[in-house]
């Protein structure tokens, strides 16, 4: 790890994404009885792959080439529902509350990740 | 700051929700009442929500892309009941009157979905503010 430059690592951005997924999913769960309404969810590694400078790079011949991820809403899919309810609305509330408290405990993962690493800098600025 | 903006959503959410147990509230209060023809009889009111678009929020100037607003109440057109009352001080010529088209068993349960989505979006918003709280920790210390 490199201190100076990238103390955080990918933690940094992965907090971000994070809190794009629990904003998306507070969407849905507003939205619980809007008719029409399609749930819409982040696929977790395409968003980092977004919001992260450091796309991956074939450094040799045989790498395989990966094509850049652009637009910005690659990572947005829609839910499948298990039951489809008449008013076109594809929200189940379990399935958005279990997401949601699953993001909330992803978001306060990355969270201590990163009071790790500062700590750490902390400590070693302090000499300790 | 996505985390700051799940409060504009949640809050959106628990607007509309709020209107809705306001409608049928007033749908519950207003289901014995008794008028002389069907056009003056009560009729019980509907809200139908709509998601707020990200552009349509920008172009109104309100920062809730992607809450919930409600799109317009209609009143429900299920047909008033006209019940024989000739002694009813509303009855008509021939002794009728027209009674609102609530549906009290209806209108509870609505009342218990929209209480329930309420306190969701409360969910939402307090798990939000936690961790919100815990990321503005980390800058003490």
Redesign the interface.
């Given at each position: 790890m490199d201190i100076t430059q990238n103390p955080f690592g990918i933690h940094e951005r992965a907090l971000q994404a994070r809190s794009q997924r629990l904003e998306l999913l507070a969407k849905n769960i507003a939205n619980a009885d809007t008719p029409q309404y399609k749930a819409r969810d982040i696929d977790f590694k395409e968003a980092l792959r977004e919001v992260s400078k450091q796309t991956m790079q074939a450094t040799q011949a045989k790498h395989f080439q990966i094509s850049q991820a652009g637009g910005g809403d690659d990572a947005l899919k829609y839910r499948v529902p298990f039951s489809a309810s008449a008013d076109g609305n594809t929200v189940e509330m379990t399935v958005e509350q279990a997401n949601y408290g699953r993001a909330a405990a992803d978001y306060r993962a990355t969270l201590s990740f990163i009071e790790n690493a500062s700590n750490g800098i902390k400590r070693a600025l302090r000499g300790e | 700051?996505?985390?700051g903006?799940?409060f504009d959503?949640?809050g959106?959410?628990l607007n509309?929700?709020m209107v809705?147990m306001n409608l049928t509230a007033s749908n519950l209060a207003n289901a014995t009442t008794a008028a002389s023809s069907p056009e003056e009889a009560f009729k019980a009111k509907k809200p139908?929500?709509?998601?707020m678009l990200d552009e349509e929020a920008l172009k109104g100037g309100s920062k809730y892309g992607?809450?919930?607003r409600i799109e317009k109440i209609f009143d429900d057109t299920a047909a008033a009941p006209r019940i024989h009352e000739p002694s009813h001080p509303q009855a008509d010529k021939d002794g009728y009157v027209y009674k609102s088209n609530v549906n009290e068993v209806t209108e509870t349960v609505e009342m218990m979905?929209a209480a329930r989505?309420y306190q969701?979006?409360v969910?939402?918003s307090n798990?939000?503010r936690?961790?919100m709280l815990?990321?503005i920790d980390?800058i003490k210390g």
């Amino acid at each position: 790890m490199d201190i100076t430059q990238n103390p955080f690592g990918i933690h940094e951005r992965a907090l971000q994404a994070r809190s794009q997924r629990l904003e998306l999913l507070a969407k849905n769960i507003a939205n619980a009885d809007t008719p029409q309404y399609k749930a819409r969810d982040i696929d977790f590694k395409e968003a980092l792959r977004e919001v992260s400078k450091q796309t991956m790079q074939a450094t040799q011949a045989k790498h395989f080439q990966i094509s850049q991820a652009g637009g910005g809403d690659d990572a947005l899919k829609y839910r499948v529902p298990f039951s489809a309810s008449a008013d076109g609305n594809t929200v189940e509330m379990t399935v958005e509350q279990a997401n949601y408290g699953r993001a909330a405990a992803d978001y306060r993962a990355t969270l201590s990740f990163i009071e790790n690493a500062s700590n750490g800098i902390k400590r070693a600025l302090r000499g300790e | 700051m996505s985390i700051g903006r799940i409060f504009d959503i949640a809050g959106s959410a628990l607007n509309a929700q709020m209107v809705r147990m306001n409608l049928t509230a007033s749908n519950l209060a207003n289901a014995t009442t008794a008028a002389s023809s069907p056009e003056e009889a009560f009729k019980a009111k509907k809200p139908v929500f709509r998601t707020m678009l990200d552009e349509e929020a920008l172009k109104g100037g309100s920062k809730y892309g992607g809450g919930v607003r409600i799109e317009k109440i209609f009143d429900d057109t299920a047909a008033a009941p006209r019940i024989h009352e000739p002694s009813h001080p509303q009855a008509d010529k021939d002794g009728y009157v027209y009674k609102s088209n609530v549906n009290e068993v209806t209108e509870t349960v609505e009342m218990m979905a929209a209480a329930r989505s309420y306190q969701n979006n409360v969910e939402v918003s307090n798990t939000a503010r936690e961790l919100m709280l815990k990321t503005i920790d980390m800058i003490k210390g």
